[in-house]
């Protein structure tokens, strides 16, 4: 199986570990945003809940 992505190698290889025996958090997230510079699908703080009714 073969993958194609405009990464090098080397790229790749720098980036955050991932090994599918630790939970995604949004550390990692966050981690895995910046090395390949993207904007997160997050907000920086989440947003205060109003729970009145």
């Known amino acids: ?8 190698r080397e ?7 991932y090994t599918d025996k630790i ?3 949004r550390d990692y997230e966050t981690r895995l945003h ?8 997050w907000t920086e703080e989440p947003a ?3 729970h009145s009714f």
């Open 23 to 25: 939970l995604l958090d």
């Open 48 to 50: 205060e809940r109003d």
């Open 11 to 17: 790229q790749i290889k720098l980036a955050p570990e």
């Open 34 to 41: 910046q090395y390949y510079d993207r904007e997160g699908y």
């Open 1 to 8: 199986l073969k993958v194609y992505v405009s990464l090098s």
